[in-house]
């Protein structure tokens, strides 16, 4: 099936192309499937480098991140780049998760569960970590999958070979193979935040539980909303080191 154009493919062709250059030539031309930690380095100290928070005391499940990113990313039905989850934990020591259709219309409330058992429930919104040390690229035998020069993890459509095993590596679940045969994902709206726009969720957030910025800017609003909060991020253990943090996580999500 020949893959359709995508408005934003000509960007992510321009950032493949800055990263071959910046000394990673060699690692994607050839696959090598390793991503040394020097070459990360490298890159986190030229200009950008983009994370992104989420706060989890502020969400209210309304699913406004998902339509938004539905609409301006053209996300084929059955498939999110971005998705809500449900986390009920009731009296009994229990968590019970969902995510009703990625939470496209939001949430209700669950009618097998009595109110009088509930203790806590909050929502989780889940994407790609944009991991610094991201097992995708590591693993992606044709360098479709990159890190951006300002540390967005993206995938060039035209390289990509639908081979799934940037899919199958992931630990986060946050990439899907597209039907038109390329894996897809979150990029956090590169195509918008290159030009000084936020990504689709963050705009239409109504009570602002999602932020990016420049993690390499200390004056940067994400810098001072993690220097003022407790955050962590989604299994630490795997060593991704992952630049989506969350405020207000338990222990049972990560």
């Known amino acids: 099936m020949k893959k359709p154009m995508n408005p934003v493919t000509d960007s992510f062709n321009l950032e493949r192309r800055k990263v071959l250059k910046s000394g990673l030539s060699t690692v994607l031309a050839l696959g ?84 009088s058992l509930i203790a806590k429930s909050y929502f989780v919104p889940k994407l790609c970590n944009h991991c610094t040390t991201a097992p995708c690229v590591q693993v992606c035998p044709v360098g479709a ?7 967005v993890v993206l995938v060039d459509y035209k390289h990509c070979i639908g081979c799934g095993y940037c899919i199958q590596a992931c630990p986060y679940g946050s990439r899907f193979l597209n039907p038109a045969g390329y894996a897809d994902k979150c990029t956090l709206c590169y195509h918008r935040i290159t030009k000084g726009k936020k990504p689709a969720c963050v705009l239409v957030c109504p009570v602002g539980a999602r932020l990016y910025g420049d ?26 080191n992952p630049k989506c943090f969350y405020i207000g996580l338990d222990q049972e999500v990560r």
Request: aromatic share 10%.
């Open 32 to 115: 090598l499937g390793f991503f040394p930690k020097r070459l990360v380095a490298t890159l986190k100290s030229q200009g950008r480098w983009y994370g992104f928070v989420v706060d989890l005391t502020k969400c209210i499940g309304c699913g406004a991140c998902v339509r938004a990113c539905k609409a301006e990313n053209n996300v084929p039905d059955g498939f999110f780049r971005t998705w809500v989850e449900r986390y009920t934990f009731l009296k009994d020591g229990r968590v019970i998760v969902d995510s009703p259709d990625g939470a496209l219309n939001g949430f209700e409330d669950n009618p097998t569960i009595p109110r």
């Open 145 to 151: 999958t990159f890190v951006s020069q300002d540390g």
């Open 215 to 240: 993690l390499n800017d200390q004056n940067s609003e994400i810098n001072k909303v993690l220097a003022g909060t407790r955050h962590a991020v989604l299994k630490p253990e795997l060593g991704t």
